[in-house]
């Protein structure tokens, strides 16, 4: 059973940093890619950040690129995004998704195949 669960939302101030993790199980950690999107309430949902199986190549959104970055701990199964310079813009609900490459994720609307609960994200201004 594929298993994605997020950690590490919360609320903070207008240029500072959170970092979230994606604790994944069930599949073949190395060949699938794993990312992360979000939802804003009245917004459509926007794909964030991904990292091919393997670690090989990341993408991000334009909005946060150079402030946001996605790494994977091959060892734990785990993904990480770390945010720095967080906007008020940024304030979501951000899921962790998987997919068999970083398409779904990235581009609406469609859906990767598996997503987490999701974690909320609050910037404050």
Do not use: H
Request: proline residues 5%.
């Amino acid at each position: 059973e594929v298993q994605l669960v997020e950690s590490g939302g919360g609320l903070v101030q207008a240029g500072g940093s959170l970092r979230l993790s994606c604790a994944t199980s069930g599949f073949t950690f190395d060949d699938n890619a794993v990312g992360w999107f979000r939802q804003a309430p009245g917004k459509e949902r926007e794909g964030v950040s991904c990292i091919s199986g393997g670690g090989g190549d990341t993408y991000y959104i334009d909005s946060v690129k150079g402030r946001f970055t996605i790494s994977s701990d091959n060892a734990k199964n785990t993904v990480n995004l770390q945010m720095n310079s967080l906007k008020p813009e940024d304030t979501a609900v951000y899921y962790c998704a998987l997919d068999p490459d970083c398409s779904s994720i990235m581009s609406p609307p469609i859906f990767p195949t598996y997503w987490g609960q999701g974690t909320q994200v609050t910037v404050s201004s």
